[in-house]
């Protein structure tokens, strides 16, 4: 009797664990056999939650406790301000008086000296950038090295001071970068280079200082990003390692006044050619001081943080530098905004359908309550839309992107006083609130006891104050990306209905048949239109080799040249519609599109997940409706597979972004150029994403449309 308990009883758990597993295949096979209905749903929830985002935005709120903001008074007073005013009136008297801008860089090592720093001169040359498609997400860059036997060019100089920290031993830093231009230097550079000097003043005779201070006065004349990129490759990398910066008599005296080069080789206060370092870096603010011309009501302070291929600095940097700029000194703080998007009637119609339900449910429970209004909606919208197509574009918004390349967590702070420049303390009272911020938000950094870790590192801005975290907005994606497997999975399997010819008819095949293998030729096409991609991927390199060409003509000839080699391999290989089973090898080819796009989407969400984001909009509704026109019998269907045909073809989907987030007049074929130069140029991974998995999609579209 025992026996047979005990063998009923394993009986039992066989069939329960059969009915587990057969709980998990039932459940594939019911989203197989009803992929249309999940495919709509799923998509349907997808863009609704994109819709939703402004809503789920949460406060920022600082994570690490060890920051404290705000703990302690600020130091700085009227006194730093009136050394702001010494430099600034120097480098005017010195501009307007010898018109000499070279003279600048001694001037400021001079003041640096005067503080008790250690000063040096960094020089570096222009790079050019070029097309390095086996560069990309790489470190390593073109040395920007001046050598004795080197080019004659003119030099950059950035001009490089160092508070050594007399709490702290030498292993950390916080990085201070005030870029000016030395051929051009206007007011705004001026106040920006005196607002850095006046908390430099500060921080020599900080007691409190457990971080090393390094003011980089850095020399834009070939850009702000260039100046501050080289100065942190010479930083990272040993002159054991790579070939340190240094300029023979020869050379230093063709690039560099010789007034100047004899003043520094006189000895006094002069910056020592030698490169100096301190500890790791911390953190890194670039100071900026712009002045907008209008009459505001409070300062202004706009955060940069978008570094390159959608990297952003640990959130708590920002979150300290908003809490001290609005709760300490009043600054109305601003981040990037479409414009265009606030006067949106759509935006306005869903932002006013919110808060009417918001109203509703409120009735219902008061906890319900979205708590949103129709213009938070349609603001927070417009900035998440200039969030999120910044980091998809891949391109720093400032210099503070070169710091991300070396994991260091940096922002740049563009402060706009309330009055013009013109009229008198305008700027004065700008630097003491902006020296107070700096202070406080170097306070904070200097508290830290390790790196930023503890915030978001993935996130969307709706305001300077609120955020969207990985965890949120990836739901979209991936409910819009969710019916790319199931869809695949039915096409292949055959369990998937079509109309041809006004007859419902489903493919069918058997394992063994010879028409199971069928695949692999419409795996032939994809494949060949994937190497046909990879070939107009690297043409750019070749094409931006041809001298005096204009920005029309180089892409007239790659649009010739990618069509040329489309057609040859449409003539060696054949037609994509030969040896095909003419009824239904649409079915498998629309299969192994979907199947490599479905990868590529995944693939490129490791790398920029906002290119994803938007890149999904346009390939999963083509992977899904893709079907031939002349099997569309549904007028709606017909119009939807032409409208992506039009909107989904690369360079008009640039268009319509580009067109969103900038205002521009006019446009020409030129252009196109440009924006792709652009990207490949930063090695943006959002070129790949369209060279390569957004085109090959948009090519086996037309295909499946235009299938006999």
């Given amino acids: 009797m025992e026996e047979s308990e005990e063998e009923n009883g394993g009986r039992k758990m066989k069939s329960m664990e059969r009915r587990k597993a057969r709980l998990i295949i039932r459940l594939g096979e019911f989203l197989i056999s009803h992929s249309v209905l999940a495919s709509v749903i799923s998509c349907a929830a997808g863009i609704v939650v994109l819709f939703l985002l402004p809503v789920l935005a949460k406060k920022t709120y600082i994570s690490e406790n060890a920051l404290m903001p705000g703990s302690a008074n600020p130091m700085f007073s009227q006194k730093h301000v009136m050394e702001a005013d010494k430099l600034v009136k120097a480098i005017t008297d010195q501009i307007y008086s010898t018109g000499k801008e070279l003279e600048t860089p001694r001037l400021i090592a001079q003041y640096m000296s005067h503080l008790g720093a250690e000063v040096y001169y960094h020089k570096f040359k222009e790079e050019t950038k070029q097309f390095h498609p086996f560069h990309f997400f790489s470190s390593i860059h073109t040395s920007g090295s001046v050598h004795g036997n080197g080019s004659t060019t003119a030099l950059g100089i950035n001009t490089v001071g160092i508070i050594r920290a007399p709490r702290g031993d030498g292993k950390e830093s916080i990085v201070m970068v005030s870029p000016y231009n030395s051929q051009k230097l206007v007011l705004d550079d001026a106040v920006s280079l005196g607002l850095a000097y006046s908390v430099f003043s500060l921080l020599s005779q900080a007691t409190w200082l457990a971080k090393d201070i390094v003011w980089v006065a850095s020399d834009s004349r070939y850009g702000e990003y260039v100046s501050v990129d080289a100065w942190l490759r010479e930083y990272h990398n040993p002159s054991f390692l790579s070939e340190a910066v240094k300029v023979d008599s020869d050379t230093y005296k063709m690039c560099i006044d010789k007034n100047m080069a004899h003043n520094c080789k006189n000895g006094g206060d002069r910056g020592s050619d030698d490169f100096r370092r301190a500890g790791t870096m911390a953190a890194g603010l670039v100071l900026k001081v712009t002045d907008q011309k209008q009459t505001n009501e409070r300062d202004s302070l706009k955060i940069y943080s978008e570094a390159s291929n959608g990297q952003m600095p640990n959130l708590d940097l920002v979150n300290i530098v908003y809490y001290l700029a609005v709760q300490r000194q009043s600054f109305h703080v601003k981040v990037g905004i479409i414009r265009s998007l606030l006067s949106s009637v759509f935006l306005k119609t869903i932002g006013k359908t919110l808060e009417i339900l918001s109203e509703m449910v409120g009735y219902l429970n008061p906890k319900w309550k979205f708590g949103i209004s129709s213009a938070d909606y349609v603001e927070g919208s417009a900035t998440l839309a200039s969030s999120m197509y910044t980091q998809a574009l891949g391109v720093p918004t400032g210099s503070h992107g070169a710091f991300r390349d070396y994991q260091v967590d940096a922002i740049t702070l563009e402060f706009s006083p309330s009055f013009p420049f013109q009229k008198d303390l305008s700027h004065s009272l700008t630097i003491i609130n902006s020296g107070r911020l700096i ?36 739901i979209g994606f991936a409910l819009l990306a969710a019916p790319l497997p199931i869809v695949a999975s039915a096409l292949f399997s055959g369990k998937f209905t079509s109309e041809d010819h006004g007859e419902s008819t489903v493919t069918e095949k058997t394992s063994n048949s010879p028409a199971s293998w069928q695949w692999i030729g419409a795996a032939k096409v994809v494949f060949t239109v994937h190497i046909w991609a990879i070939i107009v991927l690297l043409m750019p390199h070749f094409i931006s080799q041809l001298p005096n060409l204009t920005s029309t003509m180089s892409m007239l000839i790659w649009i010739s040249n990618s069509t040329i080699t489309a057609l040859f391999f449409y003539m060696v290989l054949g037609s994509p519609y030969q040896h095909s089973n003419p009824q239904h090898k649409w079915l498998l080819l629309k299969a192994v599109m979907i199947s490599a796009t479905s990868i590529g989407l995944s693939l490129m969400s490791i790398i920029n997940f906002a290119t994803v984001q938007i890149g999904s909009l346009f390939l999963v509704p083509m992977c899904l409706i893709a079907q031939p026109l002349r099997c569309s019998k549904p007028v709606l269907l017909t119009c939807c597979n032409l409208l992506f045909m039009i909107i989904g073809f690369p360079l008009f989907a640039m268009l319509i972004f580009e067109s969103l987030s900038t205002e521009f007049e006019g446009i020409c074929i030129g252009n196109f150029w440009e924006w792709t130069q652009s990207l490949w140029e930063w ?10 998995v957004h085109l090959p999609c948009w090519v086996l579209f037309m295909h499946i449309l235009f299938h006999p």
Avoid: C
């Avoid at 938000?441 to 955020?467: A, G, M």
């Avoid at 090695?683 to 390569?692: D, E, M």
């Fill in 683 to 692: 090695n943006s991974a959002t070129y790949l994403y369209l060279l390569v």
């Fill in 439 to 474: 202070e406080g938000v170097i306070r904070s950094v200097n508290n830290l006891l390790e790196k930023f870790h503890q915030s978001f590192f993935l996130y969307f801005f709706t305001s300077p104050d609120k955020f969207i975290s990985v965890g949120v907005y990836m």
